[in-house]
């Protein structure tokens, strides 16, 4: 049976989280495959909201098995946090949620090499969320890692207190003044640990494959976005790891010739989190409009996002690299009253005309050239049939798929499960 993906094409933030919970009835394994509790995955049902971090969005489904693959990073005091907050739902997570031994541990040292880090660049801080994610991947490349498997050897708090006094040691080549009680971090950390370590851990590729062999259907829910990937992304505003369909091979142990259906998920428009180059940002009332009736803050880390109209440069590049079969239109909801729709179809790279991605995306070198639809003024929250959206909406749709060679399967428009439309 073939492993379907779920991927972020933007710079993260499009919905994967709503998507994937929706989808889930579908599949009987829902595996994460890289990133860590940088990811923000924000689900709405039954009047809750809930966001995820670390743990699959298909943890809210009785009959669903939940894997953190080992492509991810993880913080085991985060990770005990979002588990305490899903005590009042009576959901069994003991029995459906699964750990590979190979995923990577998140130390208290790691999130403060990376505040060192960070706070050293000055002006040109590349918007880490600060949760360790950059110095973990760094160990894990370096071979200096921690892994979930370690923590079944008997030797394994040897193994954390010299990679922690290394940290240390690395701290203090920063100039800056990082202020911290490792002894207090230490002890929050410890007592995560132990709670990580009543959960199942296994060895992931081997369960997957007889899953695949079984005849299971497995759904790989990716975080971030595919333009924050660390090769393919605007580099070096990019995160530690392969956020496109390559990552879920790495990150599951999924052969290439495995992969099934690519859904790609992307927003009506463009919104960043962080620094970075952002061709079709906006500073005017529209891209105030955009981030207030979208509520663009960061589920992870609270930040305003920054909102422009939709660049389908970048898009059709991520839907090309990921190989995607499928679309996603979250957020049309958003755009709702616009008189006027702008839609980025080339850039004017240093005095030439492109229709392609090029090397650097900086202001200095590339201005973007729109495409103007008519906006609508309906409300689409209270929509539950395609046929009810607007002929406006649907053009805007229509040139989206044929720009983009990709049919736009699904279109959300409202954050709770049920206001999905299929087309």
């Known amino acids: 049976m073939a492993v379907d993906l779920l991927l972020g094409l933007q710079w993260g933030d499009e919905g994967k989280g709503k998507i994937v919970d929706v989808f889930t009835k579908k599949y009987d394994i829902i595996a994460r495959f ?68 190979k995923a990577h541990l998140i130390l208290p040292t790691h999130r403060l090499l990376d505040a060192a880090s960070e706070a050293s660049k000055g002006k040109a801080k590349i918007g880490s969320t600060l949760k360790g994610i950059g110095p973990t991947y760094m160990d894990k490349t370096g071979r200096n890692g921690l892994r979930v ?44 640990v132990k709670m990580l370590k009543t959960l199942q851990f296994i060895d992931s590729e ?3 494959q007889n ?15 595919s333009l924050l990937d660390i090769d393919f992304g605007t580099y070096p505003f990019v995160t530690s790891s392969t956020t496109t369909a390559a990552g ?61 109209w939709l660049d389908l440069v970048a898009l059709k590049y991520a839907v090309q690299i990921n190989g995607i079969t499928q679309l996603i239109m979250m957020k049309g909801d958003v755009l709702s009253g616009f008189k006027t729709l702008k839609v980025c179809t080339a850039y004017n790279y240093k005095g030439e005309e ?5 090397y650097n995306i900086e202001a200095e070198n590339v201005t973007p050239v729109y495409t103007e639809f008519k906006g609508w003024k309906e409300d689409l929250t209270k929509m539950t049939d395609a046929s009810e959206l607007p002929q406006e ?16 399967s699904v279109v959300s428009v409202g954050p709770d499960r049920k206001q999905t439309i299929n087309r």
């Open 34 to 101: 890289q990133g860590g509790p940088n990811a923000g995955h924000t689900l709405e049902f039954d009047g809750h909201k809930h966001v995820l971090h670390t743990i699959p969005s298909g943890i809210f489904h009785e009959n669903t098995v939940n894997l953190v693959g080992n492509g991810v990073v993880i913080d085991p005091v985060i990770f005990k946090k979002e588990l305490d907050n899903l005590e009042p739902f009576k959901t069994d997570y003991k029995s459906k949620l699964l750990i590979s031994r």
């Open 149 to 192: 498997g370690d923590l079944e050897l008997e030797d394994w708090m040897d193994k954390y207190r010299m990679l922690a006094d290394k940290h240390e040691a690395m701290i203090s080549f920063y100039d800056v003044d990082v202020q911290y009680d490792l002894a207090e971090l230490e002890k929050e950390f410890f007592e995560a």
């Open 206 to 208: 081997n369960y997957l």
């Open 211 to 225: 899953a695949q062999q079984e005849g299971k259907t497995i759904l790989a829910e990716g975080a971030q976005g």
């Open 248 to 308: 879920a091979c790495t990150g599951l142990g999924v052969a290439p010739n495995q992969i099934g259906d690519a859904f790609g998920i992307f927003k009506a428009y463009t919104t960043r989190v962080g620094s970075g180059p952002f061709p079709t940002e906006l500073f005017d009332e529209d891209g105030e409009t955009m981030g207030r009736v979208g509520n663009e803050f960061g589920a992870t880390t609270g930040r305003a996002r920054r909102c422009g």
């Open 354 to 358: 492109i229709d392609h991605l090029p």
């Open 393 to 408: 909406l649907l053009t805007y749709i229509e040139f989206l798929e044929k720009e983009l060679k990709t049919p736009i």
